[in-house]
């Protein structure tokens, strides 16, 4: 079983930067893909950016050029630098791993997760 656990979350003026950390522990050697999910309330979760089980990355529209995925596979974990924040980046940040039914649809990865961690806010400030 893997958990999951983010940190790095918290408040910020709008244009700064943040980075978010996702620290997966559990009995696996090693996880297959990790990505970042946020969601605002009364929304659906949407990917902001993940890095799929063959090593590339991919990202939403909204955060190209501003957000960052990298990973250390030796210590499983993922991060996610957030530059030039704007007040709708304001959301719950879940960090996932292990990702099934990966494909490409119209250019755009998609995924579905099997852990999820609990979650971090970033809010942002005008």
């Known amino acids: 079983q893997v958990h999951l656990m983010e940190s790095g979350g918290g408040l910020v003026q709008a244009g700064g930067s943040l980075r978010l950390s996702c620290a997966a522990s559990?009995?696996?050697?090693?996880?297959?893909?990790m990505g970042w999910f946020r969601q605002v309330p009364g929304k659906p979760r949407e990917l902001v950016a993940a890095i799929a089980s063959d090593g590339s990355t991919n990202y939403s529209d909204f955060v190209k050029g501003r957000f960052t995925i990298s990973g250390d596979n030796a210590k499983n974990t993922a991060y996610l630098q957030m530059n030039g924040l704007k007040p709708e980046d304001t959301a719950v940040y879940y960090c996932?791993?292990?990702?099934?039914?990966?494909?490409?649809?119209?250019?755009?990865?998609?995924?579905?997760?099997?852990?999820w961690g609990q979650g971090t806010q970033v809010t942002v400030s005008s």
């Open positions: 559990g009995s696996i050697p090693r996880i297959n893909g």
């Open positions: 996932v791993a292990e990702p099934v039914l990966e494909r490409y649809t119209d250019g755009v990865y998609l995924a579905q997760y099997n852990v």
